[in-house]
C-alpha cells in the first residue's frame, strides 16, 4: 500500500477495532515515513481516501 502523501510503501496496517475506527474493508493505514494516518473508503462505488491524522511537519 503506498502513502497517499509521500508515496512511499512503508505503511502499516493499525489495529483499531477498539476504537471503531476501521473494519476488514476498510483498514486504517499508517505511514512509517511521514506519519499519515488514513484508511480507503468506497463512496458511492469511487474509491476515496479518508485522512485520519496528517503527515508530521518537517
Ligand atoms: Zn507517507
Same mark, same amino acid.
Given at each position: 500500500? @503506498?502513502?497517499? $502523501?509521500?508515496?512511499?510503501?512503508?505503511?502499516?496496517?493499525?489495529?483499531?477495532?477498539? %476504537? !471503531?475506527?476501521?473494519?476488514? %474493508? $476498510?483498514?486504517? @493505514? %499508517?505511514? *512509517?515515513?511521514c *506519519?499519515?494516518?488514513?484508511?480507503?473508503?468506497?463512496? @458511492? !462505488?469511487?474509491? %476515496?481516501?479518508?485522512?485520519? @491524522?496528517?503527515?508530521r511537519r518537517e
Amino acid at each position: 500500500m @503506498k502513502c497517499p $502523501n509521500c508515496g512511499k510503501r512503508t505503511a502499516i496496517d493499525l489495529d483499531l477495532h477498539s %476504537e !471503531g475506527f476501521t473494519s476488514d %474493508e $476498510n483498514p486504517v @493505514k %499508517e505511514c *512509517g515515513a511521514c *506519519g499519515l494516518v488514513w484508511r480507503h473508503q468506497s463512496i @458511492k !462505488g469511487k474509491p %476515496e481516501i479518508d485522512i485520519i @491524522k496528517p503527515a508530521r511537519r518537517e
